[in-house]
């Protein structure tokens, strides 16, 4: 059965990081709670029975094998390692996660994806601040093939917020997911999911960065 990512809708994404949250998500059955499972490869690089695990979810994956610049573990900068640990999984996949700034050097992945109608989101991270040069950024991904753009950016101050937020009204017909880092993240997630982005991240154990919701919280703050 295929397992789609709706783009018109938001979309609650569980990020996995640890075996321990994995064996709890493969128990999990299709349910309302949350839409879509990431799949953090580049912190679950020593896990010998992935591919198994993977095929125990019920819910559509998400493939990210994450850059060190942009948070990623483990120091995997080289494009042709990370493109080998994420082609054996496709199969699994209904998305992957690329970033904006590596999607030259990992073209070759990104072209195989789309071959196989998995969808690629295009992301940029910041961990000091929210740009406002965001809606180019935006604008590159579009141009290079993206079906969701991804920001995920610090946001300690109104000003910050403002930047985030009015990318939602700019690229209004374009699937995008935006969400805060730092002092107002919490919040401006809320606002995120309620605001038209497409994916909405939580965890299902502690926060792995400032402004993360746990799922269950985030449920109940929504209604």
């Known amino acids: 059965m295929e397992k789609s990512i709706f783009l018109n809708k938001a979309n609650i994404v569980v990020s996995i990081t640890n075996n321990q949250e994995l064996e709890e998500i493969c128990n999990t059955e299709k349910g309302p709670s949350f839409d879509i499972v990431e799949i953090r490869l580049d912190q ?6 992935i591919e198994n695990t993977l095929s125990e979810i019920s819910h559509p994956i998400l493939l990210t094998c994450r850059h060190p610049d942009e948070g ?5 900068y080289d494009p042709v390692k990370r493109q080998r640990i994420l082609e054996p999984l496709l199969s699994y996949a209904s998305a992957i996660d690329i970033e904006l700034a590596e999607a030259d050097s990992m073209h070759e992945i990104i072209s195989k994806a789309k071959n196989e109608n998995i969808k690629i989101i295009l992301s940029y991270h910041n961990f000091k601040t929210t740009p406002s040069t965001l809606e180019s950024k ?23 917020l403002i930047n985030l937020f009015t990318l939602l009204e700019k690229i ?7 969400m805060g880092m730092g002092k ?6 809320l606002i995120a999911a309620q605001s038209g982005s497409i994916l909405n991240y939580v965890t299902v154990g502690s926060a792995k960065i400032d402004g993360q919701w746990e799922l269950n919280e985030f449920i109940k703050a929504i209604k």
């Open 184 to 189: 107002h993240g919490k919040a401006s997630r």
């Open 138 to 160: 935006a604008k590159e991904a579009i141009y290079r093939g993206a079906d969701i753009v991804k920001f995920a950016t610090t946001t300690n101050t109104i000003t910050e």
């Open 44 to 49: 679950l690089i020593g896990e010998r029975s």
């Open 72 to 76: 990623g573990q483990n120091q995997i």
């Open 172 to 178: 209004s017909d374009q699937s995008i997911a935006v």
